[in-house]
């Protein structure tokens, strides 16, 4: 017999205790395995992931956003790209679905004690920084200056307007917003997100940069970051690539050596720049 | 290692099948289908390949007669021992969901017979032991790929017919097998010397009338392992591992991609290759659905994509990320290349690339 606890690839059912619609195509699910133990036991740290099952139709990546010391909830920010995001849109209050994780390493948490942090996003609500901001905002003293950087293409697509104006208040905190393309009430920053590196404000020899969305974004701050004088080992980049078992077996997210979802999907810069400007790998 | 040999005559080999049935074991084989030598139940030596041998040539494949009383005079067919492991496809799980909502997950389980698995080759041998290091000895372990290598007992013939698109003997992986199987035969005029590697090994060759082996065929087989070891292609001399990474912007990708037809035989072939997908198949009931892991290929379109991107679009890419995964990246991740040099991807390229000539077009320093 194989034991189901050996079986990595089992999931267990959970819980939606809440259903938030962030923006259009844009919700997140909070979440609960209805197992008790299961959730006692449940650990993981903020830039990890979970697999979800939608019941019959499928499993998909999705990292965690909620709070790693939260005991009682998970909470999965999910935008609708595929087939079974969007089968996911349909899920309400109470309905079941299966989750299994967390999987992967996050970031670089406990190694950013007392630095400078930036955050740079590009794109949607990039819920695998989110977790960071979130995880930083509840121990703000134990961080140096923060910088949060989020670059979009068009000033309509901005979500989460509450949250940046909370995040602006914060101790030592610099919010920075740049649209690609504005509009007559966008009263932020017009044009690229690298604009804008120059009002970061940090010390090169003791921040942790922490990048996620569009390659060629991450790759425009990167080489911005090794000209200011930061150590490559000191860029954070959460890496994407198609996930079908997120245990390292099934192939789909190699790039190189590496498997995404088990060595990263966050890596520091010197660990995956050899192919980090060629495309299709 | 040095084991103890014994022989046995020819038309005792019936004698040694019944053996292994007798322990229990379903026994697995060679034998002729569709043109070609494949693995399957072998109830009696009559089905085995006798008096046949192969002609290899990238992209072509074909049996003759060779008029001889051989069993095993031949190179590997398409597949060996992968299937039976990592099967094509595999039920991983099943959850139903109850009217009320609440889903249930349930481990599919195998069912499994003992087998044994004659007839199998180093450059096989050498495959195993890498999927049991992805599948079983990395940070999660594979339940099913397990269960079924618990299951098996290997009886490797070594190899005295290798093919044109063999080259084992350059990766260090054939034509003989060293260690990894419970019992290895070698096939002489008139007999074979056999040699138990196990204690498993060991007891199916209770009852069987063993000699001990003579000088003379000590000899013989010293000197098809010679014979065998000659082969046709060889590695090319060069540091592949950093070559093939230094030359990824090569334009040698994109002629090898004007041939490459992206179809993914290499990869079913490849006796290393370990992608697969998942996939899930509701009940026509509607009260349950199946988690499938079916083998998956590095050509395919839908391997790289990722919410509306597919991140190797081009041929070129997908070949450079087999290629550049297989001979480079491999080292890395498993401490080896993942070739062992069988050359079945390029007997069953349908446009017959050749493995060996793709590493020199592009890795290759040109002196212009």
């Not at chain 1, 034991?3 to 089992?10: E, G, K, P, T, V």
């Not at chain 1, 660990?271 to 060629?278: A, G, P, Q, R, V």
Request: overall charge negative; hydrophobic content about 35%.
């Amino acid at each position: 017999m194989i034991n189901s606890n050996d079986n990595s690839y089992l999931p267990h059912e959970a819980i939606i205790l809440e259903r938030i619609q962030e923006a259009p195509g844009l919700f997140t699910l909070r979440l609960k395995f209805t197992d008790t133990k299961i959730q006692e036991n449940y650990a993981f740290k903020p830039g990890q992931f979970n697999m979800l099952y939608l019941y019959g139709v499928g499993e998909i990546a999705i990292s965690i956003v909620s709070d790693p010391e939260d005991s009682h909830i998970i909470d999965h920010t999910i935008r609708v790209v595929g087939r079974v995001t969007r089968g996911m849109t349909n899920l309400k209050k109470g309905d079941r679905i299966g989750i299994r994780g967390p999987y992967g390493r996050g970031w670089p948490l406990s190694e950013s004690l007392n630095k400078d942090i930036v955050v740079v996003t590009g794109g949607l609500g990039c819920a695998p920084v989110v977790s960071v901001i979130n995880y930083i905002e509840q121990r703000r003293e134990q961080f140096g200056r923060l910088n949060i950087l989020q670059g979009i293409k068009h000033s309509a697509d901005f979500i989460w307007k509450d949250r940046y104006d909370k995040w602006r208040e914060l101790p030592d905190t610099n919010v920075l917003l740049a649209s690609d393309v504005g509009d007559a009430i966008w009263p932020w920053h017009v044009g690229p997100v690298t604009a804008l590196f120059d009002q970061l404000e940090f010390d090169a020899d003791n921040v942790s940069v922490m990048m996620c969305g569009p390659q060629g974004m991450m790759h425009v701050t990167c080489n911005h970051m090794l000209d200011s004088g930061v150590a490559s080992s000191q860029l954070f980049l959460s890496m994407e690539r198609n996930m079908q078992c997120a245990v390292g077996h099934c192939g789909h997210c190699q790039y190189g050596d590496k498997f995404i979802c088990k060595d990263g999907p966050v890596f520091s810069y010197d660990k995956i720049h050899d192919l980090f400007e060629t495309k299709g790998f | 290692m040095e084991f103890e040999h014994h022989f046995f005559h020819a038309d005792q080999l019936q004698d040694f099948l019944k053996n292994l049935q007798t322990a229990g074991y379903t026994c697995i084989g060679p034998q002729i289908r569709d043109g070609a030598i494949i693995y399957d139940e072998l109830n009696s030596v009559a089905q085995l390949p006798r008096g046949i041998s192969d002609e290899q040539q990238p992209g072509s494949y074909s049996l003759i007669n060779n008029n001889t009383s051989k069993f095993f005079d031949w190179a590997n067919g398409p597949q060996a021992i992968k299937p039976l492991l990592f099967t094509p496809r595999e039920k991983l799980w099943e959850s139903k969901q109850s009217p009320q909502g609440q889903i249930t997950f349930k481990t599919s389980e195998p069912i499994l017979e003992p087998l044994a698995i004659i007839g199998v080759r180093a450059c096989d041998i050498a495959a195993l032991k890498i999927q049991d290091q992805h599948f079983m000895q990395s940070q999660f372990i594979d339940p099913y790929y397990k269960k079924r290598r618990e299951n098996i007992l290997l009886i490797a013939v070594n190899c005295s017919h290798p093919a044109k698109t063999c080259f084992c003997h350059s990766t260090g992986d054939g034509p003989f097998v060293d260690d990894g199987a419970d019992i290895v035969l070698t096939e002489l005029q008139d007999g074979f010397l056999i040699e138990s590697h196990t204690s498993k090994g060991k007891k199916i060759l209770t009852g069987l009338k063993l000699k001990y082996r003579t000088e003379t065929q000590m000899k013989e087989s010293k000197s098809i392992e010679k014979q065998a070891s000659k082969q046709n292609r060889q590695l090319p001399k060069m540091d592949i591992k950093s070559r093939l990474f230094a030359e990824i912007n090569n334009e040698a990708w994109h002629a090898i991609a004007m041939q490459c037809l992206s179809c993914g035989n290499c990869t079913a072939v490849c006796p290393t290759c370990f992608c697969h997908s998942a996939n899930e198949v509701p009940d026509l009931d509607g009260q349950s659905s199946s988690h499938y892991r079916e083998w998956d290929s590095c050509f395919s379109q839908g391997h790289s994509y990722i919410h509306g991107i597919t991140i190797r679009s081009e041929t070129s890419q997908r070949y450079r990320q087999w290629l550049t995964h297989k001979f480079s990246s491999w080292h890395d991740q498993y401490g080896r290349s993942g070739c062992v040099g069988c050359g079945r991807c390029s007997t069953w390229c349908p446009v017959g690339i050749d493995v060996i000539d793709s590493i020199k077009q592009v890795g290759e320093r040109r002196h212009d």
